[in-house]
């Protein structure tokens, strides 16, 4: 089955903690994406990368790290930075960065 | 002024009723547009996207869209309680330094029994 997949599902974080949410795609997908989503409120956009070795900023990018080395994977880093980071974390991808974008699951991770 | 403009809702409507949800953009060079389901808890799932202005059926789901206003719509036929979600609008722009897929904040619909 074609599709992203997101993991963990559930993280916890200790203040002061790096930690890092995998996301994996076999739809041959160029652009991927991570999202942060906080209760009752929009998408909102840390990264993205259009092709592999290369990635964007984007609105909050503070606090947080990616890497794209291979096309299938995008990690995000949430580093002892960001000082709110407990939020719902989605990846998404797509063939161009105006196309549709496809979401995986989502990690919810939460600080202790 | 956002990009992508959404009423938050919540959008209460009896079941069987016809649930419309609107979505304005500001970019006039926008090309595509698509509307995404969230259910509370889950990652958004794509219902249809529109290119062309006029009307796109899927099922109970209309997408209209109408570039000279610039909004698009989705009208939801026979709603159903399984229907309460949030309703994302996402817009794609084309030109400048990337093109990009702007999302609006959502609106909440609430199907009553």
């Known amino acids: 089955d074609g599709g992203i997949t997101q993991s963990p599902k559930y993280l916890f974080r200790k203040e002061g903690q790096n930690v890092t949410l995998s996301c994996e795609q076999n739809?041959?997908?160029?652009?991927m994406y991570w999202y942060r989503q906080d209760p009752g409120q929009g998408l909102r956009l840390i990264y993205y990368s259009q092709i592999v070795n290369d990635f964007q900023k984007g609105d909050i990018a503070e606090g947080y790290s990616v890497s794209r080395e291979k096309k299938e994977s995008f990690p995000l880093t949430v580093t002892s930075a960001q000082k709110n980071p407990t939020a719902f974390y989605l990846c998404?991808?797509?063939?161009?960065?105006?196309?549709?974008?496809?979401f995986g699951p989502g990690t919810r991770l939460t600080v202790l | 002024q956002k990009e992508v403009e959404q009423n938050s809702g919540p959008l209460s409507v009896p079941e069987g009723a016809i649930a419309s949800l609107n979505c304005t953009y500001s970019d006039r060079g926008s090309q595509s547009f698509f509307w995404y389901r969230q259910y509370s808890g889950k990652s958004p799932e794509l219902i249809m996207f529109?290119?062309?202005?006029g009307d796109k059926e899927d099922g109970r789901f209309t997408a209209q869209l109408n570039k000279a206003s610039q909004y698009v719509s989705l009208l939801i036929r026979d709603s159903q309680p399984s229907d309460s979600a949030t309703y994302l609008c996402?817009?794609?722009?084309?030109?400048?330094?990337?093109?990009?897929?702007?999302f609006g904040t959502g609106t909440l619909l609430a199907v009553q029994p």
């Open positions: 998404a991808s797509s063939t161009g960065t105006a196309d549709t974008q496809y």
């Open positions: 996402a817009v794609g722009r084309y030109g400048g330094a990337t093109n990009k897929l702007i």
């Open positions: 739809l041959n997908h160029d652009a």
């Open positions: 529109i290119y062309s202005n």
